[in-house]
Nanobody, 125 residues
């Protein structure tokens, strides 16, 4: 079992940057694959990025590739999502997710058993 708490959301102008953080509980952080999804108003949850337990593999949605970077810091049991060149389409609630299989990867929301409460990101034009 792992609990996830996101932070770092807020209001940013188009072209700006934000860094989201996700703090995970537990002593087996390195065994979990971690990821980020987002949900825009009136839309379903969309895969953004994920990272393996070792940090050696990362995956991105085409819509964010080259602008967003996912990383993890083991000493702090934390996963980050650095978001650059934000545009209004990035306005959404961003959710941190986890799976106990370190090599796990899925773009489907139903594939991830652990979810944080979400953090709001609003990009103004």
């Amino acid at each position: 079992q792992v609990q996830l708490v996101e932070s770092g959301g807020g209001l940013v102008q188009a072209g700006g940057s934000l860094r989201l953080s996700c703090a995970a509980s537990g002593r087996t952080f390195s065994r979990y694959a971690m990821g980020w999804f987002r949900q825009a108003p009136g839309k379903g949850r969309e895969f953004v990025a994920s990272i393996s337990g070792s940090g050696g593999s990362t995956y991105y949605a085409d819509s964010v590739k080259g602008r967003f970077t996912i990383s993890r810091e083991y000493a702090k049991n934390t996963v980050y999502l650095q978001m650059n060149s934000l545009n209004p389409e990035g306005t959404a609630v961003y959710y941190c997710v986890a799976d106990s299989l370190s090599t796990y990867y899925s773009t489907s929301p139903s594939g991830w058993p652990y979810w944080g409460q979400g953090t709001q990101v609003t990009v103004s034009s």
